[in-house]
């Protein structure tokens, strides 16, 4: 891959390409070609930006070393949000889950892919949600954990994609704000916000992830 490229996709975010065990948005795309396209996207935003004085390109996210770059989605990624009803409430399963070896495991809600109808009945997504860390980040990330921090000399780095219809960011779960507080455990090290965790809690009491 081009070392000029501005965004470099991270091993964290690998785990969500050509993986249909993923729990969670999954990518069924070359994660070359996926890094490619969007460093073109982000670089017509970009000018866009400087010639229309456009919205940023890159969103704020939940702390300083994150941004979001939302992108019309080209791939075949779907939704994987539902919303909790009378109806479906009764398939609601949960388990503990890691993201990695490395992080704690954490008890997780979600609706079983199967019990929903397959992945037929998911509505492609609109939009990407396209999770950007700070190179700096992602390399005190990997020195708190004891792995080898990232070579490239991308500033930003696509951590996590996420499949929505909404161009905009949308509250992360409860649980991940929690683990993100724990820096050797698998998080980010950022405090937790009360405010921000609030917020999650009532858009993710009435909705739960489709595994």
Known sequence: ????????LDRFALRQFNNSSYSGTRIFY??????????????????????FRDTPALVQ???????HLFVPNFTSARVSVLNITDE???????RYEARTE????????YFPLSLVGGNESLSIARYLDVILY????CIKEALAL??????????????SVKAQDEPHETPMQPITIMRNAILSEGGSGVPLNRHLYMQ????????????
């Open 146 to 159: 004891g792995e080898d921090p990232p070579e490239e000399p991308a500033p930003w780095r696509i951590i």
């Open 61 to 67: 996210g939940y702390a300083e070393f994150c941004k």
């Open 30 to 51: 070359e994660p070359e070609l996926f890094e490619q396209r969007v460093n073109v996207y982000y670089q017509e935003r970009l000018a866009l930006e400087v010639e």
């Open 88 to 94: 479906n409430e009764r398939l609601l399963r949960t």
């Open 102 to 109: 490395k992080e704690l495991p954490v008890l997780v809600r």
């Open 134 to 137: 700070s190179r700096e980040q």
């Open 200 to 211: 999650a809690v009532e858009y993710w009491k009435s909705r739960a992830i489709v595994i």
């Open 1 to 8: 891959m081009s070392s000029a490229r501005l965004l470099k």
